[in-house]
């Protein structure tokens, strides 16, 4: 019996929103990229020793731990700028695409969601293995559902 993997992959825009987007995939030197969803739960008990769960909403995170630095990454570059320039607030925010490459491929593309995120820089540093980037993507929720050609890094949204 073979056993048929699904596979996942995510590409960040290295743009962070300034003219066209660039695409690179989280992947090189990660053992894994799991993006974590901590619930908003709130429950109750009554008088009757039931308990009632609602569940209202998603905080979703990632983490990529370890980041190398490598030279004429446009990824690398927007991370040292964001070091060197303090940057905050919009100026962190890009978007990041989960493509489905289990889903049927139409001309290259596969089925996959774009959504906003901001990115925060844990730390930075090295040692003997190379100079480090860690850092966080905060997702929002604004998502764009859609296809991605891996081969081309274009997304297009749907409809």
Not at 78 to 89: C, E, H, S, V, Y
Not at 90 to 101: F, G, M, P, Q, S
Not at 110 to 136: L, R
Request: hydrophobic content about 35%.
């Amino acid at each position: 019996m073979k056993i048929e993997r699904k596979y996942m992959a995510h590409y960040l825009n290295a743009a962070f929103g300034s003219g066209t987007a660039s695409y690179v995939r989280l992947g090189s030197d990660l053992e894994e990229y799991s993006p974590e969803l901590s619930a908003n739960v709130e429950k109750k008990n009554n008088i009757l020793g039931q308990t009632s769960v609602v569940i209202d909403s998603y905080q979703k995170q990632g983490e990529v731990a370890p980041y190398y630095a490598e030279k004429d990454d446009p990824l690398f570059e927007k991370l040292q700028a964001i070091i060197d320039g303090d940057l905050t607030l919009d100026n962190l925010k890009t978007d990041i695409v989960e493509v489905k490459l289990w889903g049927e491929a139409s001309t290259g593309a596969y089925p996959a969601v774009k959504e906003e995120c901001y990115i925060e820089i844990v730390s930075y540093g090295g040692d003997t293995t190379g100079y480090q980037i860690p850092f966080n993507v905060h997702y929002t929720g604004v998502k764009t559902a859609g296809t991605f050609n891996p081969n081309t890094r274009t997304f297009t949204a749907a409809g």
